[in-house]
T-cell receptor
Framework: AQKVTQAQTEISVVEKEDVTLDCVYE???????LFWYKQPPSGELVFLIR??????QNEISGRYSWNFQKSTSSFNFTITASQVVDSAVYFC?????????????FGQGTRLTINP | DAGVIQSPRHEVTEMGQEVTLRCKPI?????LFWYRQTMMRGLELLIY????????DSGMPEDRFSAKMPNASFSTLKIQPSEPRDSAVYFC?????????????FGPGTRLLVL
């Protein structure tokens, strides 16, 4: 069965520090997709990034960057120069094919608190 | 463009009452998903539809839960009768196509409290 593990339940840092959120996944599929979502205190789930298993290039979007390493089945998320607005719960998810459709398997989430 | 719309945003009801949650997917999206989020179990997929047809409802906890999608722009999740353990946040999500590579976009959720 597919599984996503976010070992860090909670992280607390001071503003402007860099922080990395870990994500480790398990799958037997050769083609799969990984996602990160952000859940701010307001409760909605906001899509951040999608990565397919064939593209191991790291991705950078402003202060956000993602490191995908197939060899270690990891898809880690780094926030550089963190800000208070980055405080949220972050979910890593793995997509598996179920009858051609997409079933997302979520990790338990990492609660990130950025202190001023 | 409007995102996924859910109503109500908050629902408080008493045990035994019927609860109906509503969802309007993003226009043009052909796949719709219902999730439940609790502290104990995290985010769980309850059911999903492709082109208005239920494909997999294995995540539906029991017969008290039912979901329908009468057309491409509307879906309901019904709990009858409701129980306190149903208290959770229920999310609806939609994606463009029934493909593992498609991104699911989530609605704001319905926070349900059953007393």
């Amino acid at each position: 069965a597919q599984k996503v593990t976010q070992a860090q339940t909670e992280i607390s840092v001071v503003e402007k520090e860099d922080v990395t959120l870990d994500c480790v996944y398990e799958t037997r599929d050769t083609t799969y997709y990984l996602f990160w979502y952000k859940q701010p205190p307001s409760g909605e789930l906001v899509f951040l990034i999608r990565r397919n298993s064939f593209d191991e290039q790291n991705e950078i979007s402003g202060r956000y960057s993602w490191n995908f390493q197939k060899s270690t089945s990891s898809f880690n998320f780094t926030i550089t120069a963190s800000q208070v607005v980055d405080s949220a719960v972050y979910f890593c998810a793995l997509s598996e094919a179920i009858q051609g459709a997409q079933k997302l398997v979520f990790g338990q989430g990492t609660r990130l608190t950025i202190n001023p | 463009d409007a995102g996924v719309i859910q109503s109500p945003r908050h629902e408080v009801t008493e045990m035994g009452q019927e609860v109906t949650l509503r969802c309007k997917p993003i226009s043009g999206h052909n796949s719709l998903f219902w999730y439940r989020q609790t502290m104990m179990r995290g985010l769980e997929l309850l059911i999903y539809f492709n082109n208005n047809v239920p494909i997999d409802d294995s995540g539906m906890p029991e017969d008290r839960f039912s979901a329908k999608m009468p057309n491409a722009s509307f879906s309901t999740l019904k709990i009858q009768p409701s129980e306190p353990r149903d208290s959770a946040v229920y999310f609806c999500a939609s994606s463009l196509r029934p493909s593992p590579k498609e991104t699911q976009y989530f609605g704001p959720g319905t926070r349900l409290l059953v007393l």
